[in-house]
């Protein structure tokens, strides 16, 4: 109380409010953070619905009113809910306007529409549906299975994608794209479909296990050999939590100790 009733604060008083203040800015970021995306597969009629006005809204233009292609764009018949969400999370899908390759984009539609569209094809013909997360979980593989991930990526990958995942030139103005920054979702779902010109990977060729080693892999390229501070790779709402109490509440620490340097010189 002692505190309250004396007139002068403490001079620790102001410093310690603003990390208080940045306390509760990160986690007012981490409550609000984007929640990766969980959908559903098998959809219910409302959703299968829902999706199929959707479709014909803004994707029978290219791909036929009932899915069946039209010159603009393939059939959908049996590419599989998992085909969808890769296309339209990756922001690849709709195509913005026709070209050599429907380019990666920032992905606009919600988590909502996108499953309700995938429910929609995914009843034009069966085909690979969207996976759960321990398909490809790949938090508790050994060395040995990063290793032999490497070693089916240099086999099956690397020709295309270079044997470090930066992506590559393929021939008539295509690409494959690099592999770094790629959510395990949409690499499992990528070599599960086979976009464009990449050739589609079955559970017999690629085992699921075989998939979340190479998945695994990738994901130590990443943080690969120039090393780096990680922060534990617990994604993106840890790092911003770090980025504002850490960052900017330590630049602003940082600004208090100058000024009040500063007042006391003068
Ligand atoms: C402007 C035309 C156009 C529009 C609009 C469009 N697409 Fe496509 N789509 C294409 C073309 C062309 C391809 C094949 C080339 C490619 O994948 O880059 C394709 C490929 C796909 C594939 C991959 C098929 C496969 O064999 O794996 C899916 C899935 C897909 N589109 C879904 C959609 C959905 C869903 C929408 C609506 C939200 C949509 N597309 C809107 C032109 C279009
Ligand atoms: C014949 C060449 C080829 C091979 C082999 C190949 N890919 Fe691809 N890959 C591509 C092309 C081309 C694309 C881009 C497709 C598009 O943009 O529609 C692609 C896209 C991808 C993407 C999506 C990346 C993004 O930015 O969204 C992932 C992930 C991927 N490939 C992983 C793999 C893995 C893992 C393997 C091996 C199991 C593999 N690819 C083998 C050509 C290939």
Known sequence: MKFLTT?????????LLLVFAFLLM?????AFAPLPQVAADNGTSEQVAAGKNL???TCSSCHGLNGEGTQQGPSLVGVGSAAVDFQMSTGRMPMARPGAQAPRRVNTYTAEEISQLAAY???LGPGPSIPNSSAYDYANLTDEDLARGGELFRTNCSACHNASGAGGALPEGKYAPPL?????LHIYEAVRTGPQQMPVFSAGAIPDKDLASIIGYLK???????????????GPVTEGFFA???????????????????????
């Open 55 to 57: 479709f014909a809204v």
């Open 180 to 184: 770094h920054g790629v959510e395990p």
């Open 220 to 234: 130590t390229l990443e943080s690969g050999p120039t090393g780096g501070f990680t922060l534990g790779s617990i």
């Open 7 to 15: 007139r002068r604060r403490h001079k620790a008083a102001k410093p």
């Open 121 to 123: 094809v995914a009843t």
């Open 244 to 266: 504002w109490v850490i960052g900017i509440g330590g630049l602003s620490l940082f600004a208090v100790w100058i000024a009040s340097r500063g007042a006391r010189a003068r």
């Open 26 to 30: 990160g986690a007012f970021y981490t």
